[in-house]
């Protein structure tokens, strides 16, 4: 039982390339979550979906696009970086949609650097 | 707005010196508090969940609590192992905000 997995873990890219982050869950959990997390910064909602086929907007989701084509990976796209998206993401999964019942369970984080 | 703020941003401590940390909260409508335990270059884990003000919840050397407006990770005799940042996050209905962390570094 792997958890929740990210690939890939760093990645640096230039000002107007793009690149796709994937997260993979086992858990068979409905709720997937994109984070960015900065210094300084609490932990900040990018994207989410509530389900396989589904995406919605979180707090922060300018610049990048998401989808859910299947139920246990959830992936982030970058369509072309900025050096505003240098940043660790964080992928989380859970059971409850913002749950007070229910944690969510996060992966290991990709560190991306964008010049 | 919806705001967590967490206090001190970093603490050093010696073995066994107990301390608190802080997490104040300007949300409205919560439903729960969560403490999570983040270790360099990994994910966040999860500790704790609070609900309503007066509950504590305990873990080995930690020891969470909550209040109206804030809450508090009580570490008890601290070890090495025990660094970490430590992060807070409230939830209302439609929103989970997290704080910045602490970043608790504990010397032998």
């Known amino acids: 039982n792997a958890g929740v997995t990210q690939t890939p873990k760093f990645r640096v890219l230039k000002t107007g390339q793009s690149m796709t982050l994937l997260c993979a869950q086992d858990?068979?959990?409905?709720?997937m979550y994109w984070y960015r997390q900065d210094p300084g910064m609490g932990l900040r909602l990018i994207h989410y979906?509530?389900?396989?086929?589904?995406?919605a907007k979180g707090e922060v989701p300018d610049g990048y696009n998401v989808s859910r084509l299947k139920k246990q990976n959830f992936l982030l796209g970058l369509e072309s970086a900025a050096p505003s998206q240098t940043s660790v993401y964080f992928c989380?999964?859970?059971?409850?949609?913002?749950?007070?019942?229910?944690?969510?369970?996060f992966g290991p984080g990709t560190r991306l650097t964008v010049l | 707005e919806d705001q967590v703020t967490q206090s001190p941003e970093a603490l050093r401590l010696q073995e066994g010196e107990s301390s608190s940390l802080n997490c104040s909260y300007t949300v409205s409508g919560l439903r729960g508090l969560f403490w999570y335990r983040q270790d360099p270059g990994k994910g966040p884990e999860f500790l704790f969940t609070l609900y309503s003000a007066g509950e504590e919840k305990e873990k080995e050397r930690l020891k969470a609590t909550l209040t109206k407006k804030e809450s508090f990770l009580h570490i008890t005799a601290p070890k090495p192992e025990d660094s970490a940042t430590y992060l807070c996050a409230a939830l209302n209905d439609y929103k989970l905000s997290f704080g910045a962390g602490t970043t608790v570094t504990v010397r032998a």
């Open positions: 858990m068979n959990h409905e709720y």
């Open positions: 979906s509530v389900g396989e086929g589904t995406t």
């Open positions: 989380a999964s859970g059971d409850l949609h913002f749950s007070s019942y229910n944690e969510q369970f």
